[in-house]
């Protein structure tokens, strides 16, 4: 964990010995919530109906060994087999649970604070395809592509995570595919990471390799870097029973667990949205209460991702505005509840970085972000509803994502920021505000600059090519990946995983000049 | 006037002998303001300063006519010649204006009711080139694109008016230019048009010609249909003389008057964006005034339009993350003075409908509607900071206005919306909403499908050729515009414009089958 990028010096309060540098118009963490798309009386009402759907209808399939727990801790299971949970036992889980945590980078200088509306943005996904950099083909995704979108993240400041987007398809085994998974993420980026384990077994098998990373047996739960993402429920409200087994080990290794249920309105919840909303906290907070039945002190994040169907076809339509709302209801109710929460938004339909895929990421995104969604997953890189990925979407939604962020800054008022004296001055003076100190001050404090977004004039850009923004991440993405090879994981730790291991990645892989890029 | 499309048919209580239509799952005027990027006391902060800034600075250059009339109402000029308006006078007038108007279409089906965070969108802007569709290179803009946008604009459900979006280039003098633009949007939609106006002649100059398409004179007055653009200040605070000349015309006209205050952060408004916020709001309100005083019956738009520059090069950035924040402040501050009001949207830097124009026009777009902004001008068609237009950017902002309206019309809580029997059904029977008869009741009211977006799967769409929402569009650009050539302007009235005035439209143009599209 050397390497300390750049970026270090950019972050508020980390400079070393140069003067206390102008604060960055954004950062990670800053504060959401501006947007309201439920009343007060409406998030009570959902919660009554939340309330009800545990303790009436409760969930079918528990393990075994969670069902022990449960039972012990005050739920009970009914004539049909389904776990039932008592109002009380679901109000004081809410109450007692962890509201805040450091969700932990390789390197600190990614260390996030999760909770209490402090918006945070990243990857997230599970597409089985990735548009093929060469040939603009989809094609099946592979354990090289998640390294080297670990490396892309890696270098794009407003992705802050990188928790895996597709899923490798050319290993032998499922348990291979964790093992590779973790890796490839591992090695590709210091920003924490996330994978979603098959079950309690991948998960144990993976801790090994998470402690020699951190530095040596027991050293990961100092620090834990790597996220389970457990889909604990096949919706409607039944448990997902290989998920639970994860969930119980993931816990236990003190990993935090991202407890998603992503039921899909007119298909695997209801097609009123409030519906959707209600079933998708009702099902992640049963999540929720087992894992605070196994560690009281565990790290859970309420990930309530209702999707949407497009009810002609039964399709998912991750662009959608009824996307855009449910994604911002849930961030609403976890924060009626104050838990560290997730939605996913930036899940366009289109299988393109174009016109229709910016628009849907706008507007999700967006809408998640003020509606204070303390991590926004799913936010760069996916095309395709989910099931595709595509290089230059990320260096596209890194941008775009900057301008969201900036967004959630929002506007300072101050006496200086009311600009009575600047207006006056140029009103009585100059007649512009180009030279005035005050817009020296702001240019870099207030003013975000973008990376790939094309602000000339459009007689420059026609005479320089007239190139679109798909184009011009095309180059930036060659440029990352053949430069940017992460050496955080010294050559002695990465020869005692390959020994222990089934690593895929080849070596040669992960060195600049290997012709691949 | 006749021609009334089948659009007619959807609106709500608009129906003929036909049952009860189902409500559709957005309409004109849906109520925004869920989003508040300001808190109470950052707005009355800001009011304060509005108001300093009218009585203590004042603006410059009034004409003759308005000094008259402001003193006689209880403005003073101070010593530097300024116009200063005493607090008092802004309050009352505040107090008293006009707060809710309909804004009529040429057809009454497109009336809409202007105030109170009721959301509307639609075009706007000044730009001098168009993107040429078949070359794809930008070049001066036409009468004939004017026409030819407004009977797109006609057909595209999402777009509610027509204000004129590019400056025409091929005419002689200006009077004729507004004399064309005048008649090229009104023949080309029976949606509420609007023309910046030069002048007070030019204003003059077009009453018959609007008098005559609203049947006879005396008649436009009874339902005004043309708005009048009135860039009535030169920021920072002075005057515009000329506009302020169309300003008086246009009220006395009886047209309603959009006052723009048009600064830009940096340049002509302070670089602190509340300062800038201040500062257009106390320039818009200005106007607002001598409108009021000329009438006190007015139909005044309150339009603090903001704008940002990148402070690197001062050139404007119409699709910063910045430029979303002062125009959803913006139309928050109009909320909290409670006026009909306009703010801009989906400015685009990016000179291609790509996937930085729809980012930059989603993100901006959605925050100035549920900033609860009750006009968006410039939200469909502009591409390149106002400075260029595209035929196929007014299709897919269509698309992308349904979306971000629908997350406008929010989420219904109510007690079917909320699914507890639903939910129930499901899980203890099929396991599946998709046949479940809440699902088929909720596909047309909830559900809004775009008519661009492309949803369908991956396989799907590559088989089916890969196109990208522009060429998706472009098709569709050629379809309405090959078709639709409206007929609300009958043969005799046209004949006795192109008696009276220097029509530049040959009428040869205006049938389908002209060999254009």
């Not at 009436?56 to 039972?71: C, F, K, M, N, Y």
């Not at 144990?204 to 457990?230: K, N, W, Y």
Request: hydrophobic share 40%; aromatic share 6%.
């Amino acid at each position: 964990m050397s390497n300390l990028s750049p970026r270090r010096s950019k972050r508020p309060g980390r400079g070393g010995a140069e003067p206390t540098p102008a604060p960055p118009p954004i950062t990670p963490g800053m504060v959401g919530g501006q947007y309201q798309p439920l009343t007060g009386s409406e998030m009570e009402r959902i919660h009554q109906l939340v309330l009800r759907l545990l303790e009436d209808l409760g969930l079918s399939q528990v393990t075994p060994s969670l069902e022990q727990r449960a039972i012990a801790a005050g739920c009970r299971v009914d004539e049909d087999g389904r776990l039932r949970f008592p109002r009380a036992l679901v109000e004081d889980v809410i109450a007692r649970t962890r509201r805040r945590f450091t969700l932990h980078g390789l390197d600190p200088v990614h260390d996030l604070e999760i909770g209490g509306r402090r918006v945070h943005a990243g990857t997230g996904g599970a597409a089985p395809t990735i548009m093929d950099f060469e040939t603009g083909r989809y094609r099946e995704s592979t354990v090289a592509d998640l390294y080297d979108i670990a490396r892309l993240v890696d270098r794009l400041d407003n992705i802050h995570w990188y928790h895996r987007s597709v899923v490798a398809r050319d290993t032998d085994t499922i348990l291979d595919l964790d093992i590779n998974t973790t890796y490839a993420c591992l090695s590709g980026t210091t920003k924490s990471i996330a994978v979603s384990y098959t079950d309690g077994n991948s998960v144990r098998a993976v801790q090994p390799m998470l402690d020699m990373v951190a530095g040596g047996e027991g050293r990961f739960r100092e620090r834990p870097f790597c996220t389970a993402v457990c889909c604990h429920v096949v919706p409607p409200m039944r448990f997902a029973t290989e998920s639970c087994d994860a969930l119980e080990a993931a816990v236990l290794a003190g990993m935090p667990i991202l407890l998603v249920a992503a039921g899909q309105a007119g298909a695997t919840a209801p097609a009123a949205l409030a519906g959707a909303v209600a079933q998708a906290c009702a099902e992640v907070l049963a999540g929720l209460i087992l894992c605070n039945i196994i560690d009281p002190n565990c790290r859970g994040i309420f990930a309530a991702w209702p999707f949407v169907s497009d009810l002609r076809t039964g399709a998912m339509s991750g662009g959608s505005g009824e996307q855009a709302l449910l994604s911002a209801a849930c961030a609403q109710m976890a924060g009626f509840y104050d838990l560290p929460n997730s939605v996913p938004a930036g899940m366009t339909d289109s299988k393109l970085p174009d016109a229709q895929a910016g628009g849907e990421k706008g507007y999700t995104i967006s809408l998640a972000a003020h509606a204070g969604a303390t991590m926004i997953h799913e936010c760069a890189g996916m095309q395709g509803s989910l099931m595709g990925t595509a290089f230059e979407s990320y260096v596209l939604d890194n941008d775009l994502l900057g301008a969201v962020l900036r967004t959630v800054k929002g506007v300072e008022v101050s006496e200086d920021a009311l600009s009575f004296e600047a207006i006056r001055d140029v009103v009585m003076g100059a007649g512009h505000f180009l030279g005035h100190p005050q817009t020296f001050a702001r240019m870099k404090t207030d003013y975000l600059y973008p990376e790939i977004a094309d602000r000339r004039s459009i007689s420059e850009w026609q005479d320089a090519g007239a190139t679109d923004a798909r184009e011009v991440a095309r180059g930036r993405v060659r440029q990352l990946l053949a430069d940017h090879y992460p050496r955080h994981i010294s050559d002695s730790v990465d020869a005692r995983l390959r020994e222990r291991y089934n690593i895929v990645l080849p070596k040669a892989r992960m060195r600049a000049g290997n012709g691949i890029w």
